[in-house]
């Protein structure tokens, strides 16, 4: 994913994390599957903190934060995220109306975090692949006018403690064209 380089038009902020907005956030690890690992989300300051200690133990090795929502962002090209990392690498991870034998399938793409840095990525749409419980779901398009969940997911593959704090979600870049006179 890329940094964000230009201003966008028509941006649309989907999450910011004062007490109005900051929504229910759950947490899924690993433990669903009887890996070790810990991670969830609280609130402090207007920042969401996502942390926790991933585990390797068991056949583990996710942790992920989740908040379901209704969004049609069909006119847009990805969503921007501004976050402050701790250098590992995590997923934005978008749930359609898109099942696989009756369960969701998840649209990802992995981010690259500065530690100690804010710093704003942009996860275009177009770069996102569906996955179901880690394999690759070639015959299925992710649909942003059907979005139902939205979450970060780390997976990668280093054990120890782990905290990604987020200041903003925001989708970028409208594809609506302005009438010419």
């Given at each position: 994913?890329?940094?964000?380089?230009?201003?966008?038009?028509?941006?649309?902020?989907?999450?910011?994390?004062?007490?109005?907005?900051?929504?229910?956030?759950?947490?899924?690890?690993?433990?669903?599957?009887?890996?070790?690992?810990?991670?969830?989300?609280?609130?402090?300051?207007?920042?969401?903190?996502?942390?926790?200690?991933?585990?390797?133990?068991?056949?583990?090795?996710?942790?992920?934060?989740?908040?379901?929502?209704?969004?049609?962002?069909?006119?847009?090209?990805?969503?921007?995220?501004?976050?402050?990392?701790?250098?590992?690498?995590?997923q934005l991870r978008l749930h359609t109306d898109a099942r696989y034998s009756g369960q969701p399938v998840a649209f990802g793409a992995?981010?690259?975090?500065?530690?100690?840095?804010?710093?704003?990525?942009?996860?275009p749409f177009d770069t996102l692949r569906a996955t179901f419980r880690g394999r690759l779901m070639s015959d299925y398009f992710f649909?942003?006018?059907?979005?139902?969940?939205?979450?970060?997911?780390?997976?990668?593959?280093?054990?120890?403690?782990?905290?990604?704090?987020?200041?903003?979600?925001?989708?970028?870049?409208?594809?609506?064209?302005?009438?010419?006179?």
């Amino acid at each position: 994913m890329t940094a964000h380089s230009a201003n966008a038009a028509d941006p649309k902020v989907l999450f910011t994390f004062d007490e109005a907005t900051r929504g229910d956030w759950t947490s899924v690890d690993d433990t669903v599957m009887g890996g070790r690992s810990d991670g969830g989300a609280a609130l402090h300051d207007g920042v969401l903190h996502f942390s926790g200690t991933l585990s390797l133990e068991s056949n583990g090795g996710f942790s992920s934060i989740r908040h379901s929502v209704e969004l049609d962002l069909s006119g847009y090209n990805g969503i921007r995220l501004r976050v402050k990392g701790d250098g590992r690498s995590y997923q934005l991870r978008l749930h359609t109306d898109a099942r696989y034998s009756g369960q969701p399938v998840a649209f990802g793409a992995t981010f690259q975090t500065n530690a100690g840095e804010w710093t704003e990525v942009d996860v275009p749409f177009d770069t996102l692949r569906a996955t179901f419980r880690g394999r690759l779901m070639s015959d299925y398009f992710f649909d942003p006018a059907a979005i139902e969940q939205v979450g970060i997911l780390l997976a990668d593959k280093q054990a120890g403690p782990f905290e990604l704090q987020v200041d903003r979600l925001v989708a970028y870049g409208s594809h609506r064209k302005e009438p010419r006179s």
